[in-house]
């Protein structure tokens, strides 16, 4: 596709259930990135690839999130046993890998998680 | 860690300007700038990366003093399309994290007829 697709676009789910989320990035970029945004908030980094590898997984926020990446391009985020305070617009963003961050991200629309 | 933005909030009048600060305790490589309107993606404006190269918006300017670890955008003689959140982005260019893209908490600039 011309741009990064994600979906679902809206996921309501019950309090302790999983849940994944997906991401489609532009087709040759290897960098891909996964952000939360709570209500108002800004951009908070969880995880992002190279390729199929995760060199920084610091941003996890707990062991219920994981993240993979299969074939260098679609990418899913999977979050366990979820909780009232997951609920946020999970966003997903992909680039070329440049020097020195010189090349763009691209963002998709992003999923809007609500836990209930 | 992630940069940190001033102000957080901004209201303008269309044709006003404004001054957008992100700075960062890192040695910055590049320093990236988005907004976002609500209920949308972040859309690329710029890239500025160390040894003064820039890419992005026409329209709009922005600086970076790398011996500072800072960048400044300039939004000037304002329009009501500019309203929205901006974000800058730091990327790690060294160590484990490379390629690491971080960002901000958000500036919110409102424009007003």
């Known amino acids: 596709g011309a741009g990064v697709s994600q979906s679902p676009s809206n996921k309501v789910t019950e309090k302790g259930k999983d849940v994944e989320l997906r991401c489609d990035p532009i087709?040759?970029?290897?960098?891909l990135y996964w952000y939360r945004q709570s209500l108002g908030q800004g951009l908070e980094f969880l995880i992002y690839?190279?390729?199929?590898?995760?060199?920084?997984k610091s941003g996890l926020p707990s062991d219920r999130f994981s993240a993979e990446r299969t074939g260098g391009s679609v990418s899913t985020l999977t979050i366990q046993r979820t909780q009232q305070e997951d609920s946020a617009v999970y966003l997903c963003?992909?680039?070329?890998?440049?020097?020195?961050?010189?090349?763009?991200?691209?963002f998709g629309q992003g999923t809007r998680l609500t836990v209930v | 860690q992630q940069p940190v933005q001033s102000p957080q909030a901004v209201i303008l009048r269309e044709g006003e300007d404004a001054v957008i600060n992100c700075s960062s305790s890192k040695a910055l490589y590049s320093v990236h700038w988005y907004r976002q309107k609500h209920g949308e993606a972040p859309v690329f404006l710029m890239i500025?990366?160390?040894?003064?190269e820039q890419k992005g918006h026409d329209k709009i300017s922005a600086s970076f003093n790398e011996k500072k670890q800072q960048s400044s955008l300039y939004l000037t003689a304002s329009q009501l399309s500019y309203s929205g959140t901006y974000f800058c982005g730091t990327y790690d260019a060294g160590g484990t994290s490379y390629g690491k893209l971080t960002f901000g908490q958000g500036t919110i600039l409102t424009v007003h007829p």
């Open positions: 500025l990366l160390k040894g003064g």
């Open positions: 690839f190279q390729g199929n590898s995760a060199p920084d």
């Open positions: 963003a992909s680039s070329l890998v440049g020097a020195y961050g010189n090349t763009e991200a691209f």
């Open positions: 087709s040759g970029h290897t960098a």
